[in-house]
């Protein structure tokens, strides 16, 4: 990469943010020593997705954690919006706010396998670098390899050298806590106490 500053991309509904959301951030600052910052960018409320919990909280919860490390941001600018953005809306808005950084998506094998059916992928390969977590058993290299799409852009795509995988995702901590069961150190103790407080899920 570059010597310019990277700032990379996550994106997500966050619902709730979990402990791997931020050990896997972490990693990615850890990994590149030109990564400056992950942003933290939850998807709009509008996007059709079922039981997503309405903006303000999921953005306060990402708030409570990021505000304690100097390497986390969290962004509203998905949550600002009328509409809900395309991937790539989100990042050359991103890339105006800033304007000396190099902007990098964050995205996970399964996203790799389809993101050339994404809105103006052609522009988003081309304009952005992608960082890519290798899922389950998936190999980024093999996927481009299949792939007339992402062989041709294969320079964009930027593989991190090892990954923290864990299969805990959002929708098993809410069935947890639909179930009355404890989420203690499955989310940072910020948001475990912000759920508890507001009675979320």
Not at 49 to 64: F, S, T
Not at 148 to 161: A, N, P
Request: neutral net charge.
């Amino acid at each position: 990469m570059e010597n310019k500053k990277i700032l990379a991309i996550f994106g997500g509904s966050f619902n709730p943010p979990l402990n791997s959301h931020f050990s896997l951030a972490q990693q990615i600052v850890n990994e590149y020593e030109n990564i400056e910052n992950v942003i933290f960018v939850p998807v709009n409320s509008k996007y059709q997705k079922e039981g997503l919990l309405e903006n303000k909280h999921r953005y306060n919860m990402l708030k409570l954690v990021c505000d304690k490390n100097q390497n986390f941001i969290v962004s509203d600018i998905e949550l600002k919006q009328e509409k809900q953005l395309y991937t790539i809306e989100t990042l050359e808005l991103l890339q105006k706010q800033y304007p000396n950084n190099i902007i990098c998506f964050t995205i996970g094998t399964d996203n790799l396998k389809k993101i050339s059916t994404w809105g103006e992928a052609k522009r988003l390969v081309t304009d952005f670098k992608i960082l890519v977590l290798e899922r389950d058993e998936d190999s980024m290299d093999e996927i481009i390899k299949q792939d007339s799409f992402l062989l041709e852009h294969k320079d964009s795509f930027i593989k991190l050298k090892e990954n923290i995988r864990s299969n805990i995702s959002s929708t098993f901590v809410r069935e947890k806590i639909r179930r009355g069961k404890s989420i203690r150190y499955l989310t940072p103790d910020e948001v475990y106490y912000y759920i508890k407080e507001h009675n979320l899920y």
